[in-house]
């Protein structure tokens, strides 16, 4: 199936970044939010984010232009239905994104395949929402959306063929890489990634190692380029938790078990870097680690 005009609801962190690679790849982009500020704040990280990609040589000043031109900011979620494939990237809350395909539903064309970029949330329960759930897959980019190469695709019980690999030739165009997850909690990338970083703060609990030598071990023995503290911090641990319960409440293995210092962290609003303080203090000029 062609897919030219792609709907991306959602205008956050996450969706200016997809709204981003789509238009740099050629597609016509409706960019919708339920919130001005939030689609005003988009167009301009997207800007400023294509003229770094500019000023480095990687896309010229009329790729640029042509790029802004194709994406279209709306608060009407009736646009987004006039779309050949949509990318739900709205807050990561079952019931928000539940109202959203409700709302999205009616305006939809008959060929349109909706997708949800969801970090957690069972796409098979998303798609029941819909009238399609044939025509319903989970497209989970990576943050940020312009560098990282991955796209993970996941399957729902009811997805078919035609929408996966029409999903894949557009992952192509993207010029990323596509790994294909069945849908179970957090998918591929953080059902390994995040109980990594929880085993991390179970060092850190119970003092194997202190925040600066468990991080310099993973980055100089295991040759990661961030240590796994430091990267819980630029994730946020909020999310971090988050994923631990949804691995923890899906699986019903104890071993996902979120670490009570990390919920400790979470409770006290040390969140990582967004919050200016995580496993690091980054109120200085230079992170400090807390413990
Ligand atoms: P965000 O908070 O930056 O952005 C969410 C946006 O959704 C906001 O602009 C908000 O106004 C908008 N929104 C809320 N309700 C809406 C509605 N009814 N209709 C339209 N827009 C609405 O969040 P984010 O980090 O961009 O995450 C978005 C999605 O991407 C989530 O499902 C998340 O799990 C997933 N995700 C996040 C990351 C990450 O690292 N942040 C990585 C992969 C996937």
Redesign the pocket.
Known sequence: MDINKVGV???????NGIAHVMALAGYDVVL????QD?LEAALGKIDKNMERQVSRDLISVDDKAGALARITPSLE?AQVGETDLVIE????NED?KN??IEGLVPHLQPHTIVT?????ISITRLAARTDRPEKFMGF????PVPLMKLVELIRGIATDEETYQTCLGVVGKLNKTAASAEDYPAFIVNRILIPMINEACYALYEGVGNVASIDNAMKLGANHPMGPLQLGDF?GLD?CLAIMHVLHDGLADTKYRPCPLLTKYVEAGWLGRKAGRGFYDYRGETPVPTR
């Open positions: 609801i959602g205008a956050g962190q996450m969706g919708n939010d339920v919130n939030a979620v990237s709205a807050t990561e928000i109202k959203i949800s970029n969801t970090s957690s989970h980019f990576m943050n994730i999310t």
